[in-house]
């Protein structure tokens, strides 16, 4: 059986004013014409039923989940009681699709990415099914980069290791890589053999548990004590008490760095993960002087901006690498190179206690 799981629990700060935290940039209609997560179950609709796709979230977007995709079943919702980073996240999540499935295979990924071409996707997350059936094997998904960036991990591959699967390249993986300085991502484009984490994983489900069982005892330990009290009635107890103990760690830092048997399968379908405002010039038609712009909006002598808004007029004249983003009740203004700082306002926010957040 092959089953999704889909991380939607984040608060994507840096989407503020937009992203609230009532709302955030999985619930929101970024790109396309339906929200993020919308789109994302969607292109899972097409490999799997709905009936096997979960969500993995918190109690305050578990109606926002259950309005936006009305056909996803009410149990299919997993609710953790805190956020402890994707290591938890998707250890909870292997225990339900365990009990679906022992040999089930996993397909977790974010809420909140574009993909371009699905067409592509689509046929590479086959290639990365298949080797994960294929034997104990943890499988990731490389995004070929076209630009040094320093927003995202790298993955280095070993180009002797290749097998073609469905016709497509699968590499044993060196290294992962978080993050490194411009100088090192511009050799890194060069050298041909570092992909970009997408943070995208596919491996069966008894595959991940023997992994955390292995490299993360902590996290184990607690999802043995969560496993026994599944069909308790104060399962929800052991759920907050289990949580409480666990460090935040990712799966990359808490796994997959540490694992021998991870693969990664290249993929180039106009993949981005729209981590701040200045990733929606890569997604939309520039104007003549570069600019983005979307809303009620007059510009003079205004270059390489992103501009949104809605009906109220917004002016602009002689700026140049500037967002600006109006809301009914907020209006943003940032330099373009800042625009991954957006959290910085937030801390203020919540130390007035304001209520813009």
Not at 36 to 60: A, C, G, S, Y
Request: aromatic letters at 8%.
């Amino acid at each position: 059986m092959i089953t999704g799981v889909i991380m939607a629990g984040g608060k994507g700060e840096r989407f503020w004013p937009k992203s609230r935290m009532k709302m955030p940039k999985q619930f929101l209609n970024l790109y396309g014409d339906k929200t993020m997560i919308q789109q994302t179950v969607d292109r899972l609709k097409r490999i799997m039923p709905i009936e096997n796709i979960f969500v993995v979230t918190n109690i305050d977007y578990a109606a926002i989940i259950s309005d936006q995709i009305p056909d996803l079943p009410t149990e299919n919702i997993l609710i953790e009681p805190m956020a402890k980073n994707a290591a938890a996240c998707i250890g909870l999540a292997a225990l339900h699709t365990e009990r679906r499935d022992k040999e089930s295979i996993m397909v977790v990924l974010p809420s909140d990415h574009v993909i371009k071409d699905e067409e592509a996707y689509i046929e590479i997350l086959k290639t990365a099914i298949e080797k994960a059936k294929l034997g104990d094997n943890l499988v990731t998904i490389g995004i070929k980069p076209t630009r040094p960036e320093t927003g995202y991990g790298y993955i280095k591959f070993r180009k002797m290791t290749k097998e073609i699967i469905n016709g497509n390249p699968v590499h044993k993986v060196e290294k992962f890589v978080e993050k490194p300085g411009y100088e090192v991502t511009v050799g890194y484009v060069k050298n041909g053999d570092y992909l970009w984490n997408s943070g995208i994983f596919i491996w069966k489900t008894s595959s991940i548990l023997r992994a955390i069982e292995k490299y993360m005892p902590e996290l184990h330990k607690a999802l043995e004590n969560i496993r026994k009290n599944f069909d308790a009635d104060d399962v929800e107890k052991a759920l907050y008490d289990e949580y409480s103990k666990l460090e935040s760690i990712s799966i990359d830092y808490g796994v997959m760095e540490k694992a021998k048997n991870v693969y990664v399968v290249p993929g180039d379908f106009g993949w981005d993960d729209v981590g701040s405002w200045a990733s929606i010039e890569r997604l939309y038609e520039k104007d003549d002087n570069g600019n983005v712009i979307k809303g009620n909006v007059v510009s003079v002598d205004t270059k390489k901006s992103i501009i949104t808004g809605n009906e109220r007029l917004i002016a602009t004249l002689g700026i140049e690498d500037v967002i600006i983003v109006d809301t009914e009740d907020a209006l943003l203004i940032s330099s373009k190179d800042k625009a991954q700082n957006v959290k910085e306002i937030l801390k203020k926010l919540e130390k007035k206690k304001v209520e813009y957040l």
